[in-house]
Nanobody
């Protein structure tokens, strides 16, 4: 019954920005971590950024200085601010979370981000 729902994806021109949102709901009290993965067609899913319950953030080298993660694991919300988008950032972005007590893994349905050249 735990769900992660993403929003904010869409089509943007190169150099533009998008802000993705993820809202968790269900019986989970708090997440150990929340974050974002992305997957381009024909590519492996990769971690983009994560936020731990202690507030530490982890940003993939490929998007450091470009993307910023924020949120509140206690409130089961996480955001991904994406700036200076380029076509290579195109893909499906998935919200991801791990529960605190049992380290269960949850995935959102994904939101499409398309960056035009």
């Amino acid at each position: 019954q735990v769900q992660l729902v993403e929003s904010g994806g869409g089509l943007v021109q190169a150099g533009g920005s998008l802000r993705l949102s993820c809202a968790g709901s269900g019986s989970i009290y708090r997440f150990r971590s929340m974050g974002w993965y992305r997957q381009a067609p024909g590519k492996q899913r990769e971690l983009v950024a994560s936020l731990s319950i202690g507030g530490d953030t982890n940003i993939a080298d490929s998007v450091k200085g470009q993307f910023t993660i924020s949120g509140d694991n206690g409130k089961k919300t996480v955001y991904l601010q994406m700036n200076s988008l380029e076509p290579e950032d195109t893909g499906v972005y998935y919200c991801h979370a791990r529960s605190l007590l049992r380290d269960l893994e949850y995935w959102g349905q994904g939101t499409q981000v398309t960056v035009s050249s």
